[in-house]
T-cell receptor
Framework: DTGVSQDPRHKITKRGQNVTFRCDPISEHNRLYWYRQTLGQGPEFLTYFQNEAQLEKSRLLSDRFSAERPKGSFSTLEIQRTEQGDSAMYLC??????????FGPGTRLTVT | DQQVKQNSPSLSVQEGRISILNCDYTNSMFDYFLWYKKYPAEGPTFLISISSIKDKNEDGRFTVFLNKSAKHLSLHIVPSQPGDSAVYFCAAMRESGTSYGKLTFGQGTILTVHP
């Protein structure tokens, strides 16, 4: 088991384009979380899944954002019509219990 | 509305001495607290946690103290090592309810340990 992986690690896109990020959690973890981190701030919660069910979405997740976790395995986060304010590090984490959410390395998005 | 605050953006400590990182929270519904460490270009790594039913938890060089009445927690690292230099995040969550498992993070404290 190699931990949580995210792809791509870096993404540069032009304003208005759509982007999709992928997260592969630790295989036995049934909970998967997405966070966003901007410079000088801590990660902010976006959404989370228990198995394939999306249980909570932050108000930060506007209607341009959508996340899926088909079959309760990997997850994708899509941002439509990107804006410069979407530039951030997008972090995925997984867990099987309360303590110790394991984070991936993140995807750094730059919108030009 | 910053529910978890780390008021010290940075801390500099000599190798071998104690590092104390502080964290305050405002939401009394939080009942589980965690510390994460983050190196550049990596995701946060879980360090240590504490439930609100305890006031102290130790793991090797790391000890977390919780003062519920003051809504304050601290992370002590003794002795500090140069490899501890990183950004440290305090996080809080509820162990039950609809937001179970959702972490609320502080802004982070940059720790630098000098040889």
């Amino acid at each position: 088991d190699t931990g949580v992986s995210q792809d791509p690690r870096h993404k540069i896109t032009k304003r208005g384009q759509n982007v999709t990020f992928r997260c592969d959690p630790i295989s036995e973890h049934n909970r998967l979380y997405w966070y966003r981190q901007t410079l000088g701030q801590g990660p902010e919660f976006l959404t989370y899944f228990q198995n394939e069910a999306q249980l909570e979405k932050s108000r930060l997740l506007s209607d341009r954002f959508s996340a899926e976790r088909p079959k309760g395995s990997f997850s994708t986060l899509e941002i439509q019509r990107t804006e410069q304010g979407d530039s951030a590090m997008y972090l995925c984490a997984s867990s099987s219990h309360v303590a110790g959410q394991y984070f991936g390395p993140g995807t750094r998005l730059t919108v030009t | 509305d910053q529910q978890v605050k780390q008021n010290s953006p940075s801390l500099s400590v000599q190798e071998g001495r104690i590092s104390i990182l502080n964290c305050d929270y405002t939401n009394s519904m939080f009942d589980y607290f965690l510390w994460y460490k983050k190196y550049p270009a990596e995701g946060p790594t879980f360090l240590i946690s504490i439930s609100s039913i305890k006031d102290k938890n130790e793991d090797g060089r790391f000890t977390v103290f919780l003062n519920k009445s003051a809504k304050h927690l601290s992370l002590h690292i003794v002795p500090s090592q140069p490899g501890d230099s990183a950004v440290y995040f305090c996080a809080a969550m509820r162990e039950s309810g609809t937001s179970y498992g959702k972490l609320t993070f502080g802004q982070g404290t940059i720790l630098t340990v000098h040889p």
